[in-house]
């Protein structure tokens, strides 16, 4: 992707001026630029080839997207999302208007400005300004997200030009009455005059209609004929011919009419919201996505002698050149993160995410890293998130399968079943027909891949679908006459080349902003903590976040995280305006290169452990307890049958130090270390004398007297 012009991707010159990728018009081979050095709606064309040479020769660089912080760094407040999303209607009904590449068109864009200011009463540079944002920021609905810099009460100046500015004022003093007779006026002169390939301008087709229908021949004293307009108060004023036009033109019909039908199709028919039908066109305008209950069985990644159950796999599909473009593979069961995955994954580098599993890949072997124009999917795969939000964020369109093509909508449920039925045959945990029959073989027992090594097998698939020959897939004339095989990543190449392929690029901030899942962590003074594992960030670094949760206890903090990747998770600071990468301490290191599956499987099995340890333990204990009373049972008993008489209460705590040394010799003697000598094979029993014992008692002195003996022999 490194030198890929691509939509939404922004350019540097030699001069430091900047420039964003709005638009790539195969058909003329240019390319759309949005001048991003100037406060105004300005684009520029140039020739891809030019364009393409400069980068070659490193006139022109590609730089970091600059609005991503703008974008992703917001807490909206109920007035800015108002305004946002009355940007986003306006965008959309222009859109709808002018199509896809038409609305580079500055006429085409012209009449659709005119038409939505009328159509919301704004004027029409607040309009254009709409239009500007939306190019400048990266083209999705936040880059609609107001600033805010100049929020405030407004001046006496802001208010009078406001007040100016959206005062219509009406040139033309007279007028007539537009009847019916008039109005077949005004459509004969714009369907002669205006809708055709001439281009001419309203005003010039005006100034036709009334020389045609509001003038009379005069022949002038020199004898030449000349035209002569009507009296002011017999014609209409322009502003009349104007508003009827806006009002009811035909605007499929003036941009035929104006351009040619092979243009309408090629550059002004409504992709970017258009029915699905029309939006197959090339390579990223369509993917279907679809989840899958994968037939085999695996092993967690801790322990290959636990089985961990059968994956979910999705699969993303490009509809033109039948190219699988993303994939996701986890544990959990189909839902919003794994469709959020999946489509997060169409869109980052295949080259590096082959390497996170050992896999080595060239950019050409798996060449798509792009966002779609449609999303289409069941129903089922957009439940249990706000994915519809998601993807119009995004700026694409989605449809669900009641709306696909009866010959497409099997697509990518034939993939996900030749998927399994290519693999099936060599790996373990199949599933088999007589899995539950009386007698059968428990083929979970026969599981041996684990997440990781099953997505290795997974990716190894997916890329030998996409560089091998698909028998099926029906080429058309232009395909056939260029010799393009019926290959997926060949399909994917050529339709970018000739069939208008725009892929559109998207900064991975940006995408991750919209599509990792969102969660909460804890600021606590062992770390910021995410399911037991432990992470730091600079900031909390710099800012004594741990000290702080030491002294004042610990608190939360929302977090996104890549399931994959346990190594990382993100902090969305809103001061910044930017993402604070967390990284995982040492003292986790247990959880590294593992996924969140692989946590989530690990702590529900040391809590069924812990359970089971906890019950066992609390039986040991209410044994410990019955063996202690019983010991303390028998040596009450032991002393109140007792033969000889009582001590008094004086004597008995009188000599309680004698008693201990004495009970101290007494167990060294019992508990003596005892040697043999090498050569006459004797027992020594070894008593320490080191303590400075009292020789007043009898007892004391007879265990001296014996210690003595001992040594003597």
Same mark, same amino acid.
């Given at each position: 992707?490194?030198?890929?012009?691509?939509?939404?991707?922004?350019?540097?010159?030699?001069?430091?001026?900047?420039?964003?990728?709005?638009?790539?018009?195969?058909?003329?081979?240019?390319?759309?630029?949005?001048?991003?050095?100037?406060?105004?709606?300005?684009?520029?064309?140039?020739?891809?080839?030019?364009?393409?040479?400069?980068?070659?020769?490193?006139?022109?660089?590609?730089?970091?997207?600059?609005?991503?912080?703008?974008?992703?760094?917001?807490?909206?407040?109920?007035?800015?999302?108002?305004?946002?999303?009355?940007?986003?209607?306006?965008?959309?009904?222009?859109?709808?208007?002018?199509?896809?590449?038409?609305?580079?068109?500055?006429?085409?864009?012209?009449?659709?400005?005119?038409?939505?200011?009328?159509?919301?009463?704004?004027?029409?540079?607040?309009?254009?300004?709409?239009?500007?944002?939306?190019?400048?920021?990266?083209?999705?609905?936040?880059?609609?997200?107001?600033?805010?810099?100049?929020?405030?009460?407004?001046?006496?100046?802001?208010?009078?030009?406001?007040?100016?500015?959206?005062?219509?004022?009406?040139?033309?003093?007279?007028?007539?009455?537009?009847?019916?007779?008039?109005?077949?006026?005004?459509?004969?002169?714009?369907?002669?005059?205006?809708?055709?390939?001439?281009?001419?301008?309203?005003?010039?087709?005006?100034?036709?209609?009334?020389?045609?229908?509001?003038?009379?021949?005069?022949?002038?004293?020199?004898?030449?004929?000349?035209?002569?307009?009507?009296?002011?108060?017999?014609?209409?004023?322009?502003?009349?011919?104007?508003?009827?036009?806006?009002?009811?033109?035909?605007?499929?019909?003036?941009?035929?009419?104006?351009?040619?039908?092979?243009?309408?199709?090629?550059?002004?028919?409504?992709?970017?919201?258009?029915?699905?039908?029309?939006?197959?066109?090339?390579?990223?305008?369509?993917?279907?996505?679809?989840?899958?209950?994968?037939?085999?069985?695996?092993?967690?990644?801790?322990?290959?002698?636990?089985?961990?159950?059968?994956?979910?796999?999705?699969?993303?599909?490009?509809?033109?050149?039948?190219?699988?473009?993303?994939?996701?593979?986890?544990?959990?069961?189909?839902?919003?993160?794994?469709?959020?995955?999946?489509?997060?994954?169409?869109?980052?580098?295949?080259?590096?995410?082959?390497?996170?599993?050992?896999?080595?890949?060239?950019?050409?072997?798996?060449?798509?890293?792009?966002?779609?124009?449609?999303?289409?999917?069941?129903?089922?795969?957009?439940?249990?998130?706000?994915?519809?939000?998601?993807?119009?964020?995004?700026?694409?369109?989605?449809?669900?399968?009641?709306?696909?093509?009866?010959?497409?909508?099997?697509?990518?449920?034939?993939?996900?079943?030749?998927?399994?039925?290519?693999?099936?045959?060599?790996?373990?945990?199949?599933?088999?027909?007589?899995?539950?029959?009386?007698?059968?073989?428990?083929?979970?027992?026969?599981?041996?891949?684990?997440?990781?090594?099953?997505?290795?097998?997974?990716?190894?698939?997916?890329?030998?679908?996409?560089?091998?020959?698909?028998?099926?897939?029906?080429?058309?004339?232009?395909?056939?006459?260029?010799?393009?095989?019926?290959?997926?990543?060949?399909?994917?190449?050529?339709?970018?080349?000739?069939?208008?392929?725009?892929?559109?690029?998207?900064?991975?901030?940006?995408?991750?902003?919209?599509?990792?899942?969102?969660?909460?962590?804890?600021?606590?003074?062992?770390?910021?903590?995410?399911?037991?594992?432990?992470?730091?960030?600079?900031?909390?670094?710099?800012?004594?976040?741990?000290?702080?949760?030491?002294?004042?206890?610990?608190?939360?903090?929302?977090?996104?995280?890549?399931?994959?990747?346990?190594?990382?998770?993100?902090?969305?600071?809103?001061?910044?305006?930017?993402?604070?990468?967390?990284?995982?301490?040492?003292?986790?290191?247990?959880?590294?290169?593992?996924?969140?599956?692989?946590?989530?499987?690990?702590?529900?099995? =040391?809590? #069924?452990? @812990?359970? !089971?340890?906890?019950? *066992?333990?609390?039986?040991? +204990?209410?044994?410990? &307890?019955? %063996?202690?009373?019983?010991?303390?049972?028998?040596?009450?008993?032991?002393?109140?049958?007792?033969?000889?008489?009582?001590?008094?209460?004086?004597?008995?705590?009188?000599?309680?130090?004698?008693?201990?040394?004495?009970?101290?010799?007494? =167990?060294? #003697?019992? @508990?003596? !270390?005892?040697?043999? *000598?090498?050569?006459?094979? +004797?027992?020594?029993? &070894?008593? %320490?004398?080191?303590?400075?014992?009292?020789?007043?008692?009898?007892?004391?002195?007879?265990?001296?007297?014996?210690?003595?003996?001992?040594?003597?022999?």
């Amino acid at each position: 992707m490194d030198n890929q012009v691509l939509v939404n991707r922004i350019i540097q010159d030699d001069e430091g001026k900047k420039f964003r990728v709005i638009g790539i018009e195969k058909i003329e081979d240019q390319v759309i630029l949005f001048d991003l050095n100037k406060r105004s709606l300005n684009l520029v064309r140039r020739d891809i080839m030019e364009l393409d040479k400069a980068i070659l020769s490193k006139e022109v660089r590609f730089v970091e997207e600059l609005y991503k912080l703008n974008i992703n760094g917001r807490i909206l407040s109920d007035n800015d999302r108002e305004k946002r999303d009355k940007g986003w209607e306006i965008i959309k009904g222009i859109y709808e208007i002018t199509g896809e590449n038409g609305i580079f068109d500055r006429q085409i864009r012209g009449v659709a400005i005119k038409t939505m200011s009328e159509k919301h009463d704004l004027t029409d540079k607040t309009i254009r300004e709409y239009v500007r944002r939306y190019f400048e920021r990266g083209m999705l609905k936040d880059s609609l997200i107001p600033d805010n810099k100049n929020s405030g009460r407004k001046t006496a100046t802001s208010v009078a030009n406001e007040t100016s500015a959206n005062k219509k004022v009406n040139t033309d003093a007279k007028g007539i009455y537009i009847d019916e007779k008039i109005q077949k006026i005004f459509k004969k002169a714009i369907d002669r005059f205006y809708n055709n390939s001439k281009k001419i301008s309203l005003r010039t087709a005006y100034e036709l209609m009334i020389g045609e229908y509001f003038s009379s021949t005069v022949t002038r004293e020199d004898g030449k004929e000349i035209l002569k307009v009507m009296d002011s108060s017999s014609i209409p004023t322009f502003s009349q011919f104007r508003y009827w036009h806006y009002k009811n033109r035909d605007i499929r019909k003036e941009l035929i009419g104006r351009g040619g039908s092979k243009n309408y199709n090629l550059k002004n028919r409504a992709v970017l919201f258009s029915s699905t039908d029309e939006a197959i066109g090339g390579p990223a305008h369509i993917y279907q996505i679809d989840a899958t209950l994968a037939d085999f069985y695996l092993v967690s990644s801790y322990d290959n002698q636990e089985i961990a159950g059968r994956p979910v796999f999705y699969l993303v599909l490009d509809v033109f050149s039948r190219m699988i473009v993303g994939v996701s593979v986890s544990l959990r069961p189909p839902s919003f993160i794994g469709a959020a995955e999946a489509l997060l994954n169409t869109a980052i580098d295949k080259k590096k995410f082959c390497e996170e599993y050992g896999i080595e890949i060239t950019h050409q072997e798996w060449p798509c890293n792009n966002l779609p124009t449609t999303l289409l999917a069941d129903r089922g795969e957009l439940e249990g998130g706000d994915i519809e939000t998601l993807v119009e964020n995004l700026g694409l369109k989605i449809s669900n399968t009641s709306s696909f093509r009866g010959d497409n909508k099997p697509i990518i449920e034939r993939y996900i079943g030749l998927l399994q039925d290519t693999i099936k045959p060599y790996l373990t945990g199949v599933i088999r027909e007589d899995f539950q029959k009386r007698g059968a073989p428990d083929y979970r027992l026969t599981a041996t891949l684990n997440l990781y090594q099953f997505t290795q097998v997974v990716i190894k698939t997916i890329l030998y679908f996409n560089n091998n020959y698909l028998p099926a897939y029906e080429r058309d004339e232009s395909m056939i006459r260029d010799g393009v095989a019926p290959i997926p990543v060949k399909l994917w190449e050529w339709g970018i080349e000739n069939r208008s392929g725009k892929l559109k690029y998207l900064d991975e901030e940006i995408l991750k902003y919209y599509l990792l899942p969102r969660d909460k962590a804890r600021v606590t003074k062992n770390g910021i903590v995410y399911k037991r594992i432990r992470y730091a960030c600079e900031k909390a670094l710099k800012e004594g976040w741990f000290e702080k949760a030491r002294e004042k206890g610990s608190w939360s903090i929302k977090i996104m995280f890549d399931p994959r990747v346990v190594e990382y998770i993100y902090i969305l600071d809103e001061t910044a305006k930017e993402f604070q990468k967390c990284t995982i301490l040492n003292n986790s290191s247990r959880y590294m290169k593992k996924s969140f599956d692989d946590i989530d499987y690990l702590m529900e099995k =040391e809590r #069924k452990e @812990k359970t !089971i340890l906890e019950h *066992d333990k609390l039986q040991s +204990k209410v044994n410990l &307890i019955k %063996d202690i009373e019983n010991i303390v049972s028998d040596s009450r008993k032991e002393v109140e049958n007792r033969d000889i008489g009582v001590k008094s209460k004086k004597t008995r705590l009188k000599d309680i130090k004698n008693n201990k040394t004495a009970e101290k010799l007494l =167990e060294d #003697k019992k @508990k003596g !270390i005892r040697l043999k *000598d090498q050569t006459e094979r +004797k027992e020594m029993n &070894i008593i %320490d004398t080191s303590e400075n014992v009292e020789k007043g008692s009898d007892v004391i002195n007879d265990l001296f007297k014996a210690q003595e003996e001992m040594f003597d022999d």
